[in-house]
């Protein structure tokens, strides 16, 4: 069975940040994500709380999500890009990293796809 490690990120917004968050995230934060050729699951506000958001990526191994996250936020193309406004706009933040088959990513692909 073939596994991926899943990245879980939840940003906890500024009070009134929640619709300018998601445009810069959809418009230039996320695209910039997938350029650098980081797997993106799916991005989008919680269901039930407007100050909370969430980011879901997928790696091969533990080591890729380091190199690859490691390399992307040292760039130029993020230090001069989105990185200031999406900053600005949190107020905290939580990761973890899950374990799990392939297939259950695709799966969660085709499920937070339809959200966005």
Known sequence: MVKRFVHIKIFRLKQGAGAEFHRVGHEESIPLV??????VIGY????TDELSYYVVRA??????????????????DWK???????????????????EMPAELVDAMR???SDLI
């Open 34 to 39: 997938r350029n650098w050729g980081h797997d």
């Open 44 to 47: 989008g506000p919680s269901a």
């Open 80 to 98: 001069n890009g989105p990185r200031e406004a999406i900053l600005s706009m949190i107020e905290g933040d939580a990761e973890i990293v899950i």
């Open 59 to 76: 790696y091969d191994s533990v080591e890729q999500m380091r190199a690859e996250q490691d390399r992307f936020y040292g760039s130029g």
């Open 110 to 112: 085709s499920g937070l």
